[in-house]
């Protein structure tokens, strides 16, 4: 097979994807280490940091120097750091994205150097107002996905994705928590070589469709040292290692415990916030991604699932709703179609989604 590394098809795309992740992933580990996090509350309750705004800012500004007729779909919007309210906050921000670059100058040339103003930040942040759909080139992006696992000290990703005719092309994420080398088991906590001292801190996963996946450790300067990256063969689901969401309200645990006892899994499942999921059984750390739907009124958000998609995929599992249909990415900002995610090597998606059917269906 041809290798995400060997050719010219989006190769800029892709490129420009990488570091924009990784100046992103920079700016949220410094939040991380030197800053409170400057929560806020969303209309739905959930949280919101300095760190998920910046990120969004700097990957915006990527994407706006290098491909400025994209669509973007983020997940954040400036509203709350506007005006007399928002300043303190706007601020905080502002100092961080105009502080964080890549230390090597020629990839941070090409991200399009440092952002103008605090208010062309704003406008930055605003960009990405999309409503998305099937036509065009779309990126979609989730600045920190697993906020409440940032707040913990757990796992998180920076995701980004670039959808053409609403299929998904590229895809990457940044895990500054999990462990840079790709055979250290699924852990619940942050990866033990999480951080070593040559300026390399978790890793990057990236993916482009048809060319396989990769993963390469995350790094201050932005390098880009990639390996390729294979799910595990698994030839009995009963051996699987799940993974799920630590936050019972966003995936159903009780339902997963059951679909795992039905397939004859005994290990525990290893919970872990964000896509972080995706990239760690892409790399064979583990084997399923289950996703249950806690709410019947939940849709799930495009830039929660693309870039992940696309890594398993690529890295040879199937990816489907839990009905056993594909995510449809056509239908605007969310997955309005399809309800939970069932990620597993091809040779058992079937098998688990037939246990899914059974033990969802027995509760109707
Ligand atoms: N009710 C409900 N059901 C399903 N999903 C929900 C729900 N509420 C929120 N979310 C989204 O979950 C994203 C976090 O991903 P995970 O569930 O994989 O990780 S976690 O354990 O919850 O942290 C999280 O992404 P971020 O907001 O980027 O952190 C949300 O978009
Ligand atoms: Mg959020
Ligand atoms: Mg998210
Ligand atoms: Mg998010």
Redesign the pocket.
Known sequence: MASVRDNQYLDHELHVALLAVQRAAILTKSVFHNHAKGTLNKSDA?PVTIGDFGAQALIISALQHNFPDDEIVA?EEAKDLRGEKGQEVRETVWNLVSQTRLENKEYEETLGGSVKSADAMLDLIDKGDSQGGGKGRIWAI?P??????FLRGGQYAVCLALMIDGDVKVGVLGCPNLPISDSEPLTEGIGKDASDEEGKFGVVFAAKEGYGAVSCPLSKRGDLKMDEINMKPLENVADATFCE???A???SQGDAAAIAKKLGITKPSV?????A?YGSIARGAGDLYL?L???AD?V??I??HAAGELIVREAGGMVTDSEGNRLNFKLGRTLKENKGVIAAPKNVHGKVIEVVKEVLGAKQ
Not at 144 to 149: H, M, V, Y
């Open positions: 959930s997940e989730d920190i996905d697993g906020t409440k696992g969401s630590v936050e309200g966003h995936s919970r872990m916030d964000s896509q999921k996703r739907p806690v709410r939940y799930e958000k830039w929660d």
